[in-house]
């Protein structure tokens, strides 16, 4: 089987669910002939023609907001927002239309679309280009957010994205687009969207991560193994609705929980999964619940970007200080 | 997605095309559709919808119903652009357009239900593709486009009809919703309902732009006014876009022009911020008596057929009103049942906990 | 002195403001000859006029990027959006620009803009008009979000909101706006916005919440009272940046927490606030942290608005839950 | 705010202001600002903004310089743009006028730093009203209406200066920002940028509207094309404009028509989606050529004066260059430093730690 990226794997997915599938539409900035800014829609202008990849207007607004017309219509548009900085002009279509539109007409009206856009920092890119908003979108009743951390994942939840009947935002860690490779099966089923993945069994901590941070977790789960510390890492991959169940069995073997996420600290996602270990698991704490995540300013430019950045080595701090509780 | 070659700027002259003048008398001969029975249907159709108006206002202001807009001397408006649809083009409409989603089917039982905050109020039993009423200004435009876009995908002869107010040709979003329409010639007719007002807000406020339907040049496609208290104007003119649309070429720009005879809203005072005298010129235009005058000139329509009209639109208003007020409330739990094709486990805990919740607050 | 109302504190700051900096305008929607929608800026066009007080057209988006422009020129826009439900159209504005230009320019251009929405539920209102946002706010780095309860407050941090340097989000709790009156000294000094205030000061439990449901914490209180129940209640007032040190002492005496908003539960700005006290306040616990919010769902139309709102019992409830642990 | 009596319609006509052919021939006789010394200014001017270009690009191939956005063949709208205002103007640009910042005084190791990711790149020295590169498409242009606004309200004879790409002219912000300049009459003059391409989306695919310039209708004022390649042209226009806004006349919309002869930025290969012909025929538009000719055939320019102008610019540049590349990198605790005038106690600690995280990378 062939070694894929997880940009390969969305490319894939979007393939297969456009051939198996001919309501399947993609739109967006230059996904035609120039096949995406960073090749996500790769020839599928080419093989599927101007009838199903349409290159649209510089104007988010109208990209979501289109999208949600042609979802009524029983199209199943994935939209595709060029980075998540440009992202903040849809959030009016998605939360006072996409997200209700079914709702509000009973059941009548229904929205199928996936608002896809690449998003989080690493990679020395200018301005609004590595922004990490997953908490604004998983604040909005009605929508579902999915963030892949793997080739194989992307592949999986995207295809579960596109056949999902309500409308999906699926935020794609540009940083491991290309980072790693894993085999993927092209007749694999789609993976569920209501479920964490535990990516790496342990005994003593659990940390709850997702996006471009799960790579950090990893890391700094391997490094602490020499320490003789035994990491539990959660890919949390479908925030809304969020696979509580999952975390807090975990929390409740370890006793203790990092989160590691790369948006600014507070208000980020984080603080809800720390919320819910605080009411439903709080007994079985043996130490406070540490966030690892963006500092709480605007990401700075290149030069200082790595400051900015959380870290297998921040993640490493908070596993030691959490393991210091007996 | 291809362009097309666009209109040349000579579509852009500024004429308004009417039939009625304020007094009922013709100004042009009247248009091959007009037919008595037609223009008498136009008329009963405005009738129904100021009787509905009237009502709506009243369960207002007796606590029975939520904050309403009322589309007084606007009639013309919606009732044109629904009789000028076909059936299966779509209508994505403003919250002023109660005429024309009668016209469309959508019931006065349901219009009383939405308006009295009750979500099954949108779900339309007869005008299924018709989208419910867009609350947020323009942000229904960019829908519009994208059903418009479904149609030319799917080679259908239909089209979608996207109606908004003056004030919104100031929203961003029907401005990339109209390009959109523009660079890939999708079957939409934009209609603006401009009525002079955005609450406080007048006409001239809004933008400098010489006509509203002047929006359509920068989106690089035809636009024109229309005398929007003439509902056989109305109705020819979007009769036509409509054609033209579901034949291939392309959205057009209606603005008509008329006027609204009411507060803003239940929840307004329209006397803080306009002159009564510009209320009283405009009751000169009035859309339902100068089509009364009209067909009172013309012999179709007697006082008898006026007041048995009356009387059928009062009644059936009336039970309409009744039928929403007996009406059981929607169960607790509904608000969880519409909100996914299938409620996510996560949420089961909150859905039990809302009915829960209903049970104790009953008690 | 007069008895006023969180409305008529509005209006009195605003008018106080104009009246010692003529730096000061109001922009927005009706704002003018009709006073807004709910009267916040009432006589303010007729004292000021056209130079000071602007109807805009009906447009978000630029109402947020003008004022942003005048305040870069030294002006201080007080900019009015008519109801939350249509904020969105501003987020690009506010996280892209407003909260930046000082931190992207080294300081050289600056952005001090009150951006005015009244927000949440319980009105009866249509669609769009309950909406409760302010998590997706608290989350932008370089903004400051606050959120008056009572009429003294909504004056004091009106005036302060309006002095700062630097963008605010001000959202008014649109259900008490003529809830209840208070005293206001017109001549008082702006209130901090870097604090939280204990408004009953109390011994087993913590409250914590903002807004609207201030009054129904207060009110849960006073039931509880008679069960020999002694609760704080503190209102959070500025949300970012956020007073810990006062949730956190206060969670310290009473080892029990219960925080009370109106936004849906899922990533709202409780979570945040559960979250840090999770992290620095954990083995002061002796209950779960509680959080009483709105459903994850869309907020009902009126008819079933009542089941959505979280209200004095509810708090009520919570409370008797967390006392259950000694 | 009051409104304003809109221009007419007939302001739209399609004509492009042009002064230079392509072969630096004249086309029309000169205007009266464009001395010898004023047009040799203006080469001198564009053929720095290219050398400037040409070494950031070079920078970026080698890591010392982040994704950078060249304006290869455009150096004609940026200057002509910069040497038409005022000092006391604002300019608010997006992200290809380099030429204008580097009239307008901002320095070129600014402009190495900002493109290089470093914020105090933005802190211009001189040009201190001057708005920083927008990177958002679009949503700088309100910004440009309310720096118009506040020079309108305290009447001060000074404009704000807008620019965009043609892919802009899509935007929402653009149009809301637009409309209300008209409405409320600004000085403002938004400058369309039209390279003919969005990344990969080409001009006729952005929108149907006849010329970019057009979009100025439905905001009610006037607008008009210039060969944005024309140096001279450009200046022309935008100075007439400029005039009109401070003199209370109102905004105006320029389309400058040009062409992007590189790749959208140095993260993009424009081969996968345009043909080598289509750039091959815009290298004979290339402004800087053309202004050579011009000067040339005049008599007023010398192969010497260039050469020693080429080898004045790649000096500069240099010395710009290596100035860059050995300024000391911002202090850690810098990306706190700027975010508030003063910053909250709550964010002491991030601050605190952000420099214990800097000292133990570096360790
Ligand atoms: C995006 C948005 N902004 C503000 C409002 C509040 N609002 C409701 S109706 C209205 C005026 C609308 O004016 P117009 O478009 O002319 O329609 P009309 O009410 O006159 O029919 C405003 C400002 C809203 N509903 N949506
Ligand atoms: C709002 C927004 N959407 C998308 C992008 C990504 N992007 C950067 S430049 C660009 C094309 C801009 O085209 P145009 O306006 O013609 O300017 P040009 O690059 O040609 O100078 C796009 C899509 C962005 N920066 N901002
Ligand atoms: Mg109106
Ligand atoms: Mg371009």
Redo the contacts between chains.
């Keep these: 089987m062939p070694e894929h990226t997880l940009l390969e794997a969305v490319n894939l997915a979007l393939r297969r669910a456009m051939s198996e599938d001919e309501r399947v539409l993609v739109l967006g900035e230059d996904v035609g002939i120039d096949g995406g800014v960073f090749r996500a829609t790769d020839g599928l202008y080419q093989a599927f023609g101007a009838q199903r990849v349409f290159d649209t207007p510089l104007a988010e607004t109208v990209i979501a907001g289109a999208a949600i017309g042609l979802a009524t219509q029983g199209f199943r548009p994935v939209a595709e927002i060029q980075f998540m900085g440009f992202i903040y002009s849809t959030i009016d279509q998605m939360v006072n239309h996409a997200s209700r539109l079914r709702n509000r007409t009973r059941g009548r009206l229904t929205c199928p679309m996936v608002l896809r856009a690449p998003f989080g920092g690493g990679i020395r890119a200018p301005e609004h280009h590595s922004e990490s908003a997953e908490a604004m979108f998983a604040h909005i009743p009605g929508l579902r957010v999915v963030i892949p951390s793997s080739p194989t994942r992307a592949y999986g939840l995207l295809l579960a994205a596109i056949a999902d009947p309500d409308p999906v935002v699926f935020l794609e860690p540009k940083r491991i687009y290309r980072a790693f490779k894993e085999d993927i099966d092209t007749s694999s089923a789609p993976l569920p969207l209501d479920r964490c993945f535990v990516t790496r069994p342990g005994r003593d901590v659990t940390v709850v991560t997702w996006g471009a941070m799960h790579v950090e977790a990893l890391d700094a789960a391997a490094i602490v193994e020499d320490e003789d510390i035994d990491v539990e890492v959660i890919d949390v991959a479908t925030l809304k609705p969020l696979d509580e169940a999952t975390i807090l069995e975990s929390v409740t073997r370890t006793g203790r929980l990092v989160i590691a996420h790369e948006a600014p600290l507070t208000a980020g996602f984080g603080a809800e999964i720390a919320a819910r270990i605080a009411e439903k698991g709080l007994f079985d704490l043996k130490a406070p619940i540490r966030r690892v995540a963006g500092w709480d300013t605007v990401m700075p430019l290149p030069k200082l970007e790595r400051l900015y950045m959380p870290t297998a080595a921040q993640i490493v701090n908070a596993i030691r200080s959490v393991m210091a509780y007996q | 997605?291809?362009?097309?070659p666009?209109w040349?700027?000579q579509a852009?002259e500024l004429t308004v095309t009417t039939y009625l003048g304020a007094d009922g008398s013709l100004q042009q001969p009247l248009p091959a559709f007009a037919s008595v029975e037609m223009r008498t249907g136009l008329y009963q159709d405005m009738v129904l919808t100021r009787t509905f108006d009237a009502k709506a206002i009243a369960l207002q202001r007796t606590g029975r119903l939520?904050?309403y807009a009322s589309c007084l001397g606007q009639e013309a408006v919606g009732v044109g652009i629904g009789r000028a649809m076909q059936p299966d083009d779509v209508l994505v409409p403003s919250f002023r357009e109660h005429g024309a989603q009668l016209v469309r089917g959508v019931t006065l039982i349901e219009l009383f239900a939405f308006w009295?905050?009750?979500?099954?109020g949108?779900?339309?039993a007869v005008a299924?593709h018709d989208?419910?009423v867009s609350?947020?200004?323009?942000?229904?435009?960019?829908?519009?486009?994208?059903?418009?876009?479904?149609?030319k995908?799917r080679g259908q002869a239909r089209a979608?009809v996207c109606v908004y107010g003056d004030?919104?040709t100031?929203?961003?979003?029907?401005?990339?919703?109209m390009?959109?329409a523009?660079?890939?010639?999708l079957p939409v007719v934009f209609v603006v309902n401009n009525n002079q007002w955005?609450?406080?807000?007048p006409r001239?406020?809004?933008?400098?732009?010489?006509a509203l339907s002047?929006?359509?040049?920068?989106?690089?496609?035809s636009g024109e006014q229309v005398d929007g208290n003439d509902v056989i104007a109305v109705h020819t003119v979007i009769s036509s876009a409509l054609d033209r649309a579901r034949s291939g070429q392309g959205p057009h720009l209606v603005e008509c022009l008329t006027y609204r005879l009411g507060d803003h809203t239940t929840?307004?005072d329209a006397r803080?911020?306009r002159d009564d005298g510009e209320v009283t010129r405009w009751w000169q235009q009035d859309p339902l008596a100068r089509m009364r005058a009209h067909l009172t000139s013309e012999g179709v329509w007697s006082r008898d057929q006026e007041e048995a009209l009356l009387k059928a639109c009062a009644a059936k208003v009336e039970a309409a009103a009744e039928a929403y007020l007996a009406a059981p409330?929607?169960a607790?739990e509904?608000?969880?049942d519409?909100?996914?094709?299938r409620l996510?486990?996560?949420?089961l805990d909150?859905r039990t906990?809302?009915m829960e919740?209903?049970e104790?607050?009953d008690a």
């Design positions: 997605m291809g362009y097309w666009p040349s700027l852009f939520g904050t009295g905050g009750d979500e099954r949108s779900n339309f299924q989208f419910p609350i947020t200004v323009g942000g229904h435009a960019p829908h519009a486009a994208g059903v418009a876009l479904a149609f995908l979608s004030g919104a100031s929203k961003g979003d029907v401005y990339e919703a390009n959109l523009g660079v890939w010639r955005a609450i406080s807000t001239k406020e809004q933008t400098a732009a010489i002047d929006k359509a040049v920068g989106a690089g496609f929840a307004d803080r911020y409330p929607a607790p509904s608000i969880f519409h909100l996914f094709a996510p486990d996560a949420l909150q906990a809302v919740r209903a104790t607050d």
